[in-house]
């Protein structure tokens, strides 16, 4: 914080106001208070998000006198908890053997770093759904449940994408030097497993976390196909970025595959869509030989940029009757800037500026120190409508623009030849 302050002298240098704009070029504003003068980190409302450019390079901030105000767009930490993925790994031993009614698979692991999941490797193509224990043991004797009543499940979807499977596990981001996966069978086939692979993560220290934000999502369209259903989901808003979007779902037993996309411009064919997530699995929390398991109907996103306010959930069915959906839930990472007002006092966001260049301000060099500046709430008004927007002329096609030069070439062509032949015909005077 001492490094920060020392900063601000710099602060004002680079947060002075910056060169003059005309806001009849932008077509929406939002006003919003600041309490006082001085470096503020604020978050950018999601109806300025919605009406802005996807990378936010219309964005403005104007102050009391209605000049502009340069900002620092700010890289926010993740809001999971302190410590980063740094590689996966195969073990140092692995083993699987039959013992009674179950597959025992242990490995050592021949890493002292946290662990956060295994990933078994099961080759089998047959669908399958069983129930596991996951335990870990620093010494082969003394072993400590993880978690219990995990799901491994497989189901094929002929003709579509490719299986769906749940074969991760998770280890609870700890140390051990082995780690044992119980697969109870009940009654069924048992499944082979011919490997497995290791997250290992590096604990990095403390730091403060940004929490994603609900968005008010809502279903505006479900269309049910011969083998799938599509949700058309109403974000409130583009430009956000998703990490998570939920199903509620009314049935008890199930376990499908679901994808995210954005819609295409003009029909909604899959192959012309761009894909947020492919293929996900979902499944709901059953018993199955009498042992618990859990469930999972949330799809992770990892903060994928959406440029549109709608996006298409299709849940692949196969030959099962359509799922119960009852609504959706998704969280997003907010957007997050600073800037140095020079006055209290009511200031406002511009947006809406398709011609508008990306600034460049100076400010933005010091973004990684103003990140670490305390979020200021701010109560943004409703955006409007500029009263006198003026929207800005469409830049001429290069088609336009060489038929002019060849226009006004071929003009002083002809004036010249005109020019020439008029002073031959001229009568020419004695000296």
Same mark, same amino acid.
């Given at each position: 914080?001492k490094?920060?302050?020392a900063?601000?002298?710099?602060?004002?240098?680079?947060?002075?106001?910056a060169?003059?704009?005309?806001?009849?070029?932008?077509?929406?504003r939002?006003? #919003?208070?600041?309490?006082?003068? @001085?470096p503020?980190?604020?978050?950018?409302?999601?109806?300025?998000?919605?009406?802005?450019?996807?990378d936010?390079?219309?964005l403005?901030?104007?102050?009391?006198?209605?000049?502009?105000?340069?900002?620092?767009?700010?890289?926010?930490p993740?809001?999971?908890?302190?410590?980063?993925?740094?590689?996966t790994v195969?073990?140092?031993a692995?083993?699987?053997?039959l013992?009674?009614?179950?597959?025992?698979?242990?490995i050592?692991?021949g *890493?002292?770093?946290?662990?956060?999941?295994?990933?078994?490797?099961?080759?089998?193509?047959?669908?399958?759904?069983k129930?596991?224990? /996951?335990? *870990?043991?620093?010494?082969?004797?003394?072993?400590?449940?993880?978690?219990g009543?995990?799901?491994?499940?497989?189901?094929n979807?002929a003709g579509?994408?490719?299986?769906v499977?749940?074969?991760?596990?998770?280890? @609870?981001?700890?140390a051990?030097? #082995?780690?044992? /996966?119980?697969?109870?069978?009940?009654g069924?086939?048992?499944?082979?497993?011919?490997?497995?692979?290791l997250?290992?993560?590096?604990?990095v220290?403390?730091?403060d976390?940004?929490?994603?934000?609900e968005?008010a999502?809502?279903?505006?369209?479900?269309?049910q196909l011969a083998?799938?259903?599509?949700?058309? /989901?109403?974000?409130?808003?583009?430009?956000?970025?998703l990490t998570?979007?939920?199903?509620?779902?009314?049935d008890?037993?199930f376990?499908?595959?679901?994808?995210?996309t954005?819609?295409?411009?003009?029909?909604?064919?899959?192959d012309?869509?761009?894909?947020?997530?492919?293929?996900?699995?979902v499944?709901?929390?059953?018993?199955?030989?009498?042992i618990?398991?859990?469930?999972?109907t949330? /799809?992770a996103?990892?903060?994928a940029?959406?440029?549109s306010?709608?996006?298409?959930?299709?849940?692949a069915?196969?030959?099962?009757?359509?799922?119960?959906?009852?609504?959706?839930a998704?969280?997003?990472?907010p957007?997050?800037?600073?800037?140095?007002?020079s006055?209290?006092?009511?200031?406002? #966001?511009?947006?809406?500026?398709?011609?508008?260049a990306?600034?460049?301000?100076?400010?933005?060099?010091l973004?990684?120190?103003?990140?670490?500046?305390?979020?200021?709430?701010?109560?943004?008004?409703?955006?409007?409508a500029?009263?006198?927007?003026?929207a800005?002329?469409a830049?001429?096609?290069?088609?336009?623009i060489t038929?002019?030069?060849?226009?006004?070439?071929?003009?002083?062509?002809?004036?010249?030849?005109?020019?020439?032949v008029?002073?031959?015909?001229?009568?020419?005077?004695?000296?």
């Amino acid at each position: 914080m001492k490094k920060l302050l020392a900063l601000i002298p710099a602060l004002f240098v680079f947060g002075a106001t910056a060169h003059g704009l005309n806001q009849a070029d932008w077509e929406c504003r939002q006003s #919003f208070d600041v309490a006082q003068a @001085g470096p503020a980190r604020v978050s950018v409302p999601i109806d300025t998000l919605g009406r802005a450019r996807a990378d936010l390079r219309d964005l403005r901030i104007v102050g009391p006198d209605g000049a502009e105000l340069p900002y620092a767009m700010l890289a926010l930490p993740d809001a999971r908890a302190a410590y980063r993925v740094s590689q996966t790994v195969a073990p140092r031993a692995f083993g699987a053997a039959l013992d009674g009614a179950a597959t025992v698979v242990t490995i050592e692991t021949g *890493v002292d770093k946290p662990l956060e999941s295994i990933e078994l490797s099961i080759p089998d193509a047959k669908d399958y759904m069983k129930p596991a224990r /996951v335990e *870990v043991s620093p010494d082969r004797k003394n072993w400590t449940t993880v978690a219990g009543g995990q799901p491994l499940f497989r189901r094929n979807q002929a003709g579509r994408y490719d299986a769906v499977a749940q074969n991760t596990l998770p280890l @609870g981001v700890r140390a051990a030097a #082995f780690v044992r /996966v119980t697969i109870y069978d009940q009654g069924h086939e048992p499944i082979a497993v011919a490997g497995a692979k290791l997250k290992v993560v590096d604990e990095v220290a403390a730091r403060d976390t940004v929490p994603d934000e609900e968005v008010a999502a809502t279903i505006t369209n479900v269309k049910q196909l011969a083998d799938e259903t599509v949700l058309t /989901v109403d974000l409130g808003a583009a430009n956000l970025r998703l990490t998570s979007l939920s199903l509620a779902v009314g049935d008890s037993l199930f376990a499908r595959s679901v994808t995210v996309t954005l819609p295409a411009a003009g029909d909604d064919t899959a192959d012309r869509e761009n894909t947020l997530a492919r293929n996900r699995p979902v499944y709901s929390r059953t018993s199955i030989g009498g042992i618990e398991t859990s469930g999972r109907t949330t /799809v992770a996103l990892d903060g994928a940029s959406v440029p549109s306010r709608t996006i298409l959930v299709r849940i692949a069915n196969g030959d099962s009757p359509p799922l119960d959906i009852r609504g959706v839930a998704a969280t997003r990472r907010p957007a997050h800037l600073a800037f140095n007002p020079s006055v209290a006092g009511r200031h406002t #966001f511009l947006s809406g500026n398709p011609q508008a260049a990306a600034p460049r301000y100076d400010i933005a060099m010091l973004s990684r120190e103003l990140a670490r500046l305390p979020l200021t709430e701010i109560a943004a008004g409703t955006l409007v409508a500029t009263p006198d927007y003026r929207a800005p002329a469409a830049p001429a096609e290069p088609s336009q623009i060489t038929t002019r030069i060849l226009f006004w070439v071929a003009l002083a062509v002809t004036v010249g030849v005109l020019l020439y032949v008029i002073g031959r015909l001229l009568p020419k005077t004695d000296k």
